[in-house]
């Protein structure tokens, strides 16, 4: 059974930044893909993040491209996204993900329990 504990959510004035954290335990993820998506309310829970732990590779939603920085801590089986130049539309629930590659909700296998990122304008 894998376990993800999430923290760093808040609220931050437009223009500012965030950083999240994930925390993986219960098994290797050499093949699958950590990631985040985020849900505001009323919409779909939206892809923002993956990087793929065997090769690091990262792929962002064209949302978040530039502003946005995903990165990890192999040995702690820990990912950290953070989030500067925040605007109000990233307002939502931020959720973290282990998976395999690909943007779709369906490649999720297992779910942080989120964290709230509010922004202000």
């Known amino acids: 059974q894998v376990q993800l504990v999430e923290s760093g959510g808040g609220l931050v004035q437009a223009g500012g930044s965030l950083r999240l954290s994930c925390a993986a335990s219960g098994r290797t993820f050499s093949n699958y893909a950590m990631g985040w998506f985020r849900q505001a309310p009323g919409k779909e829970r939206d892809f923002v993040v993956e990087?793929?732990?065997?090769?690091?590779?990262?792929y962002y939603a064209e949302s978040v491209k530039g502003r946005f920085t995903i990165s990890r801590d192999n040995a702690k089986n820990t990912v950290y996204l953070q989030m500067n130049n925040l605007k109000p539309e990233d307002t939502a629930v931020y959720y973290c993900?282990?998976?395999?590659?690909?943007?779709?909700?369906?490649?999720?296998?297992?779910w942080g329990q989120g964290t709230q990122v509010t922004v202000s304008s």
């Open positions: 993900a282990v998976k395999v590659p690909g943007s779709s909700s369906r490649t999720v296998g297992y």
């Open positions: 990087i793929i732990w065997s090769s690091g590779t990262i």
